[in-house]
């Protein structure tokens, strides 16, 4: 035990002792409680002919104690998911839309639910003037009262006070209020009073305006007050009038103008809590699409929307159609195993077909995201595994397919994509310009498919 | 039993060896026991550190190994060439350059030569498929510190390659820094080995304070925020776009300090002296002051070996020598995906320090500096300016193109609003309590160091060793419940369905 450096060493083999018992020791688990109501402790065996599929209630019965299956996961290749395209489940659509070129019905409206790919209007605003040029109608459909992301909206100009309260399906916590068919919904600030009258810095209000000739077409305000009677006071034009908003159960749907305009915005005064969902602003006629996007969706947590409020949006828009594009916030380039995603996503999906009537759904698969392999960029490793899944998912819940993926370009489209400047240097995002191609590409596809669903006929 | 030795031994291009990997720790345990057995004998503990030396770089690089070792030899051979043949020393010397230079450049900026050759010509020439050794732009300056110093006779050559392959190849400093001078460290190699008590709790203490730098800093940080912000930075706010900026910028030297740290704390337990490489740099008053304090042994470097004979401050166009500088400085850092961003980088603070070098030559300048009254406000003031400064250029350091650097500090200077920081501070609580623990940690006063090491050196030998496990153990558990604390306490939650990965971050520096 002379020098130092001797210590040295008998510090290190202790401490290399210790830290192997530490790697054999079984860990303490510190979210136990989350594991069990998470959908991935279910072992799935990876086949296509077997299955298993069970809800969270069930597992617990079902599942051995203690008893760990290996997974094994199938190889799957680019090649393998190049198809598997399925528009069948989606004629119901295509036969009112038919019905609308003939003049049978007035109206068909879309829903379209994204993640960032599509948030602030990209690309479905593209999507819904294709349509409306062809078919009519004028408007752009809901705007949500408050969104953090309306400063980028491309389609009509949308500003708010900072005084809103703001809940979102996102945040855990906040999943207990009454959230909107978009996963979201707003509380307008108590107003305060001095002698003067109110305080105006302490009003929410919330304010619309016309942009790129995108005109406000019959604003419809949507909003849930249960408590006290509310005044709200609205500036049409150069207008501002007046409304008392009476209390109801129900969500109501005020009709504030009957015509095309230019401004709308909207103050509130109330007594007690009230919930503010948006603005609608469509037409007697034509084609609607409403962008339902929250930036950072799985796609995955619908079934924590209460199925009263969706029926009340479900019966008020009449929905012909919902769009689910999701899957480039559940991608991971190591990852290989998606079969938690399939089994929570047609819980979603069958949570959302719960409606009566209940509106086909489409199905969009991922499109491309780029992973930086050393210095090139190349399509994600793991995006086989998922968009298979996803065609599972569609065809297990018997819903239409469109393989987005492909349509793009396949595998390593995201290099040629970046370089025409459709998308962002992050290889993910759409640009403007490439909004714009995808909305495009998008209404191209259903006017295919269309033709063959005639052809059919 | 036997495959996990021989994946142990063997390199593996998608997993090389790291401070802080797992396989380090079972490494430097090895070399730490054998240690005390050779380290009387010179011969012995040279050739047996080297030993260890070439396998760490052959776990980081594989056959480049052979590399490292050619270069050594050709500056050993050439070194002795210069010392011999004084009248041709001249022609040796830029022999070696060519020869540095050369290797370091044909691995750095080939592809970017062939790329500029394309745009000129129009040609198609296809780019080559150069994989990069990691260090080398560290260990070329190092050789390179050995030739100039003996045509400047401010050495003698070292009589052993042995001697010579050892220090340049000394695995704690081998890839990322500091880079330590040959005068610097030669001489070290036939001194006496002998540590105290207190150097070897301190040093503990050292690798430690790098892996927390590391590992729960700059790793949590640049995973759980600075990415998405610097790969989409339209998507986000202004105020968004400039807390990323301030979080890069602790990021980067809580990444590249951390490497530091802990090549001069290892390197210290084997009885070595390594130059210190930080100085908290952001505590800087000026741009001048902050190249005194970051990165001190490149900065010192480019000053010695090419400012000075550029003329320096005496001869010659002093500004101009200073843009050279700042300019090939930043070419230094020109990585395989990158290269105007450095360029930029490396101009601005050429620029800056011409502009401070021209306003420090001002009356009212000295005015500022002497006046004890308006001392006090003009400090803190161009301490605001020189960090803010610094933290600007760091965008076009981090940007992968020069054009999403511009969408991001446009962000910053036309998007900024009061109401976001609010937005923010709910969206992102968590990274802002790491922020504000990083930049305390930073602006600490240094005495408190030895308030922590002192009680530690008296723990005995049992004692340290379990508090260095516990201490490892503690970052081991942050690692595995990381991906929870985002979700636990961040408002922007993901459903919990995905599993928690492990995996080791690269140093930053590791790639230059």
């Not at chain 2, 070399?31 to 010179?42: D, H, I, M, N, T």
């Not at chain 2, 001078?181 to 790098?210: C, D, W």
């Not at chain 2, 998405?228 to 990021?251: E, H």
């Amino acid at each position: 035990m002379k020098s130092e450096f001797a210590k040295i060493a008998i510090i290190a083999i202790i401490t290399v002792v210790v830290m192997a018992i530490y790697t054999v020791m079984p860990k303490f688990d510190y979210f136990s409680e989350k594991e069990q109501d998470s959908l991935s402790v279910i072992y799935v065996e990876a086949s296509d002919s077997l299955e298993v599929t069970t809800s969270p209630s069930e597992t617990h019965t079902t599942k051995p104690p203690k008893k760990k299956y290996v997974k094994k996961i199938k190889p799957v290749a680019f090649s393998e998911i190049t198809d598997g395209d399925d528009f069948t489940n989606i004629s119901e659509f295509f036969t009112k839309l038919e019905a609308l070129q003939q003049g049978k019905i007035n109206k068909l409206r879309i829903a379209y639910f994204g993640d960032s790919i599509t948030e602030s209007d990209l690309g479905t605003n593209n999507f819904r003037s294709c349509w409306q040029d062809s078919l009519g109608g004028e408007g752009v459909g809901f705007v949500p009262a408050v969104s953090v992301l309306s400063q980028f909206r491309s389609s009509i100009q949308h500003k708010f006070s900072s005084n809103w309260r703001e809940y979102s399906i996102s945040k855990v916590q906040e999943r207990k209020f009454p959230l909107g068919i978009f996963g979201n919904v707003a509380m307008p600030s108590l107003p305060k009073t001095d002698s003067l009258g109110y305080v105006k810095k302490s009003v929410s209000w919330h304010s619309y305006s016309m942009m790129d000739g995108n005109q406000l077409s019959k604003p419809t305000l949507i909003l849930l007050n249960q408590k006290e009677d509310m005044p709200i006071e609205y500036v049409i034009n150069n207008d501002t009038l007046r409304t008392i908003i009476s209390t109801s159960d129900q969500l109501q749907f005020i009709t504030l103008s009957d015509s095309l305009i230019k401004y709308l915005a909207i103050s509130y005064y109330p007594q007690d809590t009230c919930y503010v969902y948006g603005v609608d602003f469509s037409d007697k006629r034509g084609v609607y699409v409403d962008n339902f996007s929250i930036r950072g969706n799985k796609g995955n947590n619908f079934t924590h929307l209460q199925l009263d409020i969706l029926e009340q949006f479900n019966n008020h828009f009449n929905y012909d159609l919902f769009i689910l594009h999701y899957g480039a916030n559940v991608t991971d380039p190591i990852m290989q195993d998606y079969s938690w995603y399939r089994i929570a996503m047609k819980n979603n999906i069958k949570h959302l077909q719960q409606l009566k009537p209940a509106p086909p759904i489409l199905l969009i698969s991922m499109g491309d995201r780029g992973a930086m392999v050393d210095t090139l960029w190349v399509s994600s490793p793991d995006i086989p595994y998922l968009i298979k899944e996803q065609q599972r998912i569609a065809k297990d819940s018997e819903v239409g397919f469109f393989n987005l993926f492909t349509a793009l370009g396949g595998e390593n489209s995201n290099v040629k994509l970046r370089t025409q400047g459709l998308l962002t240097p992050d290889h993910t995002h759409f640009t403007r310009k490439g909004a714009k191609y995808f909305g495009d590409l998008l209404y191209d596809k259903f006017m295919q498919e269309y033709q063959t669903y005639l052809k059919r006929q | 039993m036997w495959n996990k030795l021989i994946d142990f031994v063997s390199y593996n291009a998608t997993d090389p060896i790291q401070f802080n990997s797992p396989i380090f720790l079972i490494f430097l345990t090895v070399a730490l026991v054998g240690y005390p057995l050779v380290f009387k004998k010179v011969k012995l503990r040279t050739t047996y550190l080297l030993l260890f030396s070439l396998f760490f770089f052959y776990k980081t690089s594989g056959v480049f190994l052979l590399l490292l070792l050619g270069t050594a030899y050709v500056n050993f051979i050439i070194g002795s060439l210069i010392y011999k043949h004084r009248e041709e020393a001249k022609g040796f010397l830029i022999l070696s350059i060519i020869w540095n230079l050369g290797t370091l450049s044909f691995f750095k900026y080939t592809n970017y030569l062939i790329v500029g050759f394309n745009s000129v010509c129009g040609s198609e020439v296809n780019l080559l498929n150069i994989v990069f050794p990691a260090g080398i732009s560290f260990f070329t300056f190092q050789t390179m510190s050995y030739t100039i110093d003996i045509y400047r006779k401010k050495l003698k050559p070292v009589k052993s390659f042995l001697d010579f392959a050892f220090f340049v190849s000394f695995f704690p400093q081998l890839v990322a820094g500091p880079i330590v001078r040959a005068s610097y460290f030669l001489p070290q190699i036939n001194k006496k080995k002998s540590v105290t008590q207190l150097e070897v709790t301190s040093s503990i203490m050292r690798i430690f304070n790098g892996l927390f730098k590391k590992v729960i800093i700059a790793d949590f940080l640049a995973l759980n925020y600075i990415q998405s912000v610097f790969s989409n930075p339209t998507g986000f706010s202004g105020t968004a776009n400039l807390i990323a900026v301030y979080a890069y910028a602790i990021k980067i030297y809580c990444d590249f300090s951390a490497y530091s740290d802990m090549a001069i704390g290892i390197a210290k337990l084997f009885g070595f002296d390594l130059p210190e490489n930080f100085n908290l740099p952001y505590k800087a008053s000026s741009v001048k002051d902050f190249w005194n304090r970051w990165h001190i042994s490149l900065s010192t470097w480019l000053r010695d070996y090419l400012y000075i004979p550029l003329g320096g401050n005496r001869r010659g166009n002093t500004y101009l020598n200073l843009m050279i500088t700042m300019v090939l400085g930043g070419l230094w850092h020109v990585r395989p995906n990158a290269f105007w961003t450095y360029i930029v980088w490396g101009s601005l603070h050429g620029l800056a320090l011409i502009i401070h070098r021209m306003w420090s030559q001002t009356k009212l300048s000295e005015l500022l500096n002497t006046n004890f009254l308006l001392k006090l406000f003009y400090k803190p003031f161009a301490w605001l300016m020189t960090f803010n400064f610094v933290c600007l250029t760091w965008v076009f350091f981090r940007a992968n193109s020069i054009q999403s650097a511009w969408e991001m500090l446009s962000a910053i200077f036309t998007n900024i609003q009061v109401n976001q920081l609010l937005g923010w501070s709910q969206e992102f609580t968590v990274i802002g309590i790491f922020l504000a623990v990083a930049y305390l940690f930073h602006f600490l006063p240094t005495r408190w160091d030895n308030l922590i090491v002192k009680p530690f050196s008296k723990l005995g030998i049992v004692g340290t060793a379990l508090l260095v496990s516990f201490i490892l153990i503690s970052l081991a558990e942050f690692k595995r419940i990381e991906p929870y604390i985002h979700q636990q306490l961040s408002t922007e939650v993901e459903e919990a369905d995905s599993a928690p990965k492990y995996k080791v971050q690269q140093f930053e520096y590791y790639k230059f």
